[in-house]
Every structure is written in C-alpha cells, then in structure tokens.
T-cell receptor, first 116, second 112 residues
Framework: AQKVTQAQTEISVVEKEDVTLDCVYE???????LFWYKQPPSGELVFLIR??????QNEISGRYSWNFQKSTSSFNFTITASQVVDSAVYFC?????????????FGQGTRLTINP | DAGVIQSPRHEVTEMGQEVTLRCKPI?????LFWYRQTMMRGLELLIY????????DSGMPEDRFSAKMPNASFSTLKIQPSEPRDSAVYFC??????????FGDGTRLSIL
C-alpha cells in the first residue's frame, strides 16, 4: 500500500526565515509520481510541483525548491526567505499510474504560518 | 481557461435529506476525481472516472454515496440519506492522462 507521512503538523516561523517541509513516502511501485499542493486559507488546492521517480534532480522555482532523495524515500520542500503569503497548509502526495489516471494518496498536511 | 467548476460552494441541510454535488471538469480532461477532506481523515479519494467510466470506487464510504458521470463535462456526487458525519469539504479534480490533477474550489457541506 502507498503511504505519505508529513511528520510536521504545524510550523511557525518569522517572515524571511527559510523553512523546510518534510515528506516521506512508502510505495512498492517502481514508477511513481510525487507532488506538492498548497491549500491557502481560502481553501482551494493549488498544484505546485510533480516529480517522477526516475528524476532525482532537485528543482528550484523562485523561492521554492524541492529535494527528492529516493534512497531515503523523501521529497522535501524548502521555502527560502518566507513571506506572509506563504502561510497555508501544504500537502505532499504520491501516485502511481492506474489505467491511464493517477490515484493520489495525500499526507496529512503541514500547516505553515509565517508571522510578520 | 476555466478551471474545474464545482457547485454549490456551500450547502447546509438537515440530516436525512438528499444532497447532490456537481462538478464540471476542465474541457478536454479525461479523468475526474472526487475527494473528501475532513480534519480527522485528511484528503481521501472517493472515486475516480476515466473516460466517463468509474475505475475505482473503493473509497466511497457506503451505499449512501453514489457518483455518476453521464458525459465528459459533468459529474455528480450524491448522498442519500445524508448524516452529520458526512459534513466535510468535497473536492472535484480533473486531469488529462498522466498530467497533474487540477482541483475545483470545493463544496463545504454541513449536515445538521
């Protein structure tokens, strides 16, 4: 069975600090995808990034960066120079491809609060 | 481009009533997903469709829940009869093939 663990339930930092959100996953699939979604206070779910299991290159997008390490089954997310607008619940998710579609398994989420 | 559209945004109804949630996926997407979000259980996949055909409904809680996708541009999730424990935010998402899922804004359901 697939499982995603986000051990950090809540994180609170002061604006401009760097913060890393941890994600550990379990799967028996050899091919799979990992995702991060953001859920701001308004409630919608916003797609941030997808990585496939064959691509372990780290990725940077502005202040966001992702560190995928297959050896430790982790896909961590770092926000550099955090801003108040980054306050949200962040979800890590895992999927395999089943009959042409992806079945997402979500972690429990990490509530990130950025204080001014 | 329009995203995934869900209606209603909020629904408050009394226990025992029938509830119907609606979803219009992104045009051209061939997979549609229904999720439920609660504090206790987080985000759970209820059912998903591929090319309008239900592929996996193992997440549907019980027989009171049913979902249909009569065509590529519309899906419903029905609860009959509703119970207070069904109170949650219900999300619909769509995708094209193996591309990432895009979510609607959700329906906040309260059963009194």
């Amino acid at each position: 069975a697939q499982k995603v663990t986000q051990a950090q339930t809540e994180i609170s930092v002061v604006e401009k600090e760097d913060v890393t959100l941890d994600c550990v996953y379990e799967t028996r699939d050899t091919t799979y995808y990992l995702f991060w979604y953001k859920q701001p206070p308004s409630g919608e779910l916003v797609f941030l990034i997808r990585r496939n299991s064959f691509d372990e290159q780290n990725e940077i997008s502005g202040r966001y960066s992702w560190n995928f390490q297959k050896s430790t089954s982790s896909f961590n997310f770092t926000i550099t120079a955090s801003q108040v607008v980054d306050s949200a619940v962040y979800f890590c998710a895992l999927s395999g491809l089943i009959q042409g579609a992806q079945k997402l398994v979500f972690g429990q989420g990490t509530r990130l609060t950025i204080n001014p | 481009d329009a995203g995934v559209i869900q209606s209603p945004r909020h629904e408050v109804t009394e226990m025992g009533q029938e509830v119907t949630l609606r979803c219009k996926p992104i045009s051209g997407h061939n997979s549609l997903f229904w999720y439920r979000q609660t504090m206790m259980r987080g985000l759970e996949l209820l059912i998903y469709f591929n090319n309008n055909v239900p592929i996996d409904d193992s997440g549907m809680p019980e027989d009171r829940f049913s979902a249909k996708m009569p065509n590529a541009s519309f899906s419903t999730l029905k609860i009959q009869p509703s119970e207070p424990r069904d109170s949650a935010v219900y999300f619909c998402a769509s995708s094209l093939g193996s591309q990432p899922q895009h979510f609607g804004d959700g329906t906040r359901l309260s059963i009194l």
